[in-house]
């Protein structure tokens, strides 16, 4: 298996892991609910229900980017993950966020709920906290192997491509930390006797799950209005084009068909000695830069051109108008 075969499967495997996780945690929930009546348990309860929705949307979009090309689609149908991430960020914002928040200041209003039975919602939330923290170590390993510039962990996952791990790590790491707002909520209510930190823990849970769909939303926008590749590949990019046969790069775009697939679009000057082998020339830059992105499925295009002094001027006429 190659390293764009790997990389392809490595979102899969998390996005399973995850899924598997919270039907586990989903149905344990909700017979502490039943049980306890708990606006924390129902919170969380909401949380991975909507979370099994969103891993299953994730395979399916998941199955769609790896449908190839077509008539319709020739670059193939990659941004697919990104179209469907975008519907698990909308689904996290009203299904768990919105609808947390609703059900938590509708029990702090009304504080007339008790919750029963403490201790068995403190077995199932720490019982949770085992699965939940199991699948976030999946997350956590699947990113420390795409994470190959070793980039501080939340710059990894603004610059990340991958939209799938993104989302199984935001999910995790929120469902883990809404988990122990969960346990802190049941403990001091058992303290006290008082409903209230139920529904404050409760209301905190939607809190940060509204948060996370909006981080999760801007990221996708980028990513589904197309984004250029990562510092690090455009500098291996621009390094093949470092060569004495090329006397100017003119321009070069990049954008992300999907994931693991790229369009690169270049213009050069090629050098007077070398303009009649310049056809060797360009299928020479673009082996090299196949071979420096081996994970990635690179659609290259290259025009050879003579330079103009003007060109960015002219470019940026264009764009204004």
Not at 24 to 46: C, D, H, R, T
Not at 193 to 214: E, Q, R, T, V, Y
Not at 247 to 276: F, N
């Amino acid at each position: 298996m190659n390293q764009m075969e790997e990389k392809k499967t490595q979102g899969s495997m998390a996005v399973l892991a995850a899924l598997l996780a919270n039907i586990l945690v989903a149905v344990s929930k909700f017979v502490g609910y039943m049980l306890s009546g708990s606006a924390a348990m129902m919170n969380e309860s909401i949380h991975s229900v909507v979370d099994c929705s969103n891993q299953i949307l994730l395979l399916f979009g998941n199955r769609r980017a790896n449908r190839g090309q077509s008539e319709l689609h020739q670059f193939g149908e990659g941004r697919a993950k990104y179209f469907f991430s975008t519907i698990v960020a909308t689904m996290l914002f009203f299904g768990g966020g919105a609808l947390g928040i609703w059900e938590a200041v509708e029990k702090l209003f009304h504080p007339s709920h008790e919750v029963e039975n403490p201790l068995i919602i403190l077995a199932i939330l720490v019982f949770g906290i085992l699965v939940e923290g199991s699948s976030l170590r999946v997350a956590i390993k699947e990113i420390h192997e795409l994470n190959t510039e070793k980039l501080p962990l939340f710059q990894f996952l603004h610059e990340s491509r991958h939209s799938e791990i993104l989302i199984i790590f935001t999910e995790d790491f929120c469902a883990v930390i809404g988990l122990v707002l969960a346990i802190i909520g049941t403990i001091l209510t058992m303290l006290t006797g008082n409903p209230m930190f139920d529904a404050l823990s409760g209301l905190l849970i939607g809190m940060m799950l509204l948060f996370a769909s909006i981080f999760l939303a801007r990221e996708f926008y980028s990513l589904i209005i197309g984004e250029s590749v990562s510092k690090a590949d455009l500098l291996k990019i621009q390094t093949a084009f470092n060569r004495e046969e090329v006397k100017k790069v003119i321009d070069i775009k990049t954008v992300h068909l999907g994931p693991t697939e790229v369009m690169i679009a270049a213009k050069i000057d090629i050098a007077d000695s070398y303009e009649g082998v310049s056809y060797d020339v360009v299928n020479q830059i673009e082996r090299v830069i196949r071979q420096a992105l081996p994970d990635k499925k690179a659609y290259i295009y290259i025009e050879t051109d003579e330079f103009d002094p003007n060109y960015d001027q002219k470019r940026q006429t264009q764009s204004d108008t």
